[in-house]
């Protein structure tokens, strides 16, 4: 059984639904957080679209929801899928659950939508809330950094194109809000520039 949050979210839109050549985000709030910049850089070829929840790997509803995102916009319009979730996971998921949820997450979504590319991306780092002055790790950012490894390991056992968002964050105190999560708009910026390049080229192979 998946462990709730006490409010659970999701959010699905697409750049422009008519067009049925697509690209996929999926991921939280930090997918919501670029996914204007990425969809502004393919918006005269493609329609880029984004499914955001809170709710982590472990629940079955988060495949589901996908799942019927794509089955009513078509499988075969999706070009590229990039996935970025994995902070919810972060506080209750440990190591073995971790690895038999994600496995078997990729597993699904290629099933659904085999003739796309897909990008696999590693979760930002968790710092300390508060000054954003003082780059300090939180305690569950070394919990992060384990999951990450294994998203970057599973990536490569399938074949599957693993960006290090990680390191475009690690380390930038000009990139903080003050939560120790989420970006201002030079950060979320920042991540865009690296998720659009991973995109343009697995379009290009």
Not at 65 to 75: D, K, W, Y
Request: proline content about 2%.
């Amino acid at each position: 059984m998946p462990s709730w949050e006490s409010m659970e979210w999701t959010r699905i839109g697409w750049s422009d639904p008519q067009n049925n050549k697509r690209i996929l985000l999926i991921g939280d709030s930090i997918t919501n957080g670029y996914f204007q910049y990425v969809a502004r850089e393919f918006e005269s070829e493609y329609s880029v679209g984004y499914h955001v929840s809170s709710k982590a790997i472990d629940n079955i509803y988060l495949f589901k929801e996908i799942e019927n995102t794509v089955n009513e916009f078509g499988r075969d319009t999706v070009k590229v899928v990039h996935i970025n979730n994995g902070i919810h996971g972060v506080w209750h998921l440990k190591e073995d659950a971790v690895r038999v949820c994600y496995e078997h997450f990729i597993i699904s979504l290629r099933e659904i939508l085999p003739d796309a590319r897909f990008i696999i991306a590693t979760s930002t780092p968790i710092r300390k809330a508060g000054d954003d002055k003082e780059y300090v790790y939180d305690k569950f950012n070394a919990n992060l950094v384990r999951n990450n490894a294994i998203i970057a390991e599973i990536g490569h056992k399938y074949g599957i194109t693993v960006e290090d968002l990680y390191a475009v964050a690690d380390g930038k105190c000009e990139y903080g809000c003050g939560d120790g999560v989420h970006f201002n708009d030079a950060g979320y910026r920042a991540l865009a520039e690296t998720v659009k390049k991973s995109i343009r080229d697995e379009l290009t192979k």
